[in-house]
């Protein structure tokens, strides 16, 4: 297996450990509207914080596009993160929601990892 898909998986499933743990909570959670029907919450910017913080110690010079953040960085590997697909979903308390991680290098998908907390 491609290492870089292992760390890819210990991301989300940290990430899918604060999902989890403000599942529990849902009704205490800040949430704001990106558009109309576009929602995001706190632990959309917690978990892909986590995700950005996890594979920038291994990964220090990789670029990053996230939902939340936007692009970070320019390099040739880019991560392209979504850290909870499904925000909707989850925020109405339906467990149909997903971590997704990917990984381009030159532009071109090389790993990816959908995660389902």
Known sequence: ??????????????????????????????IQHKTKNDLVSEVDHAAEAEIINSLQKTYPDHAFLAEES???GESDYEWIIDPLDGTTNFL?????????IALAYKKQLQVAVVYDP
């Open 92 to 100: 109405h308390g339906f467990p149909v929601y997903a971590v997704s």
């Open 1 to 30: 297996m491609n290492p870089m898909v292992g760390f890819a998986v210990k991301a989300a499933r940290r990430a899918g450990d604060i999902i989890n743990r403000a599942a529990e909570n849902i009704e205490q959670l800040k």
């Open 70 to 72: 936007g692009r970070i």
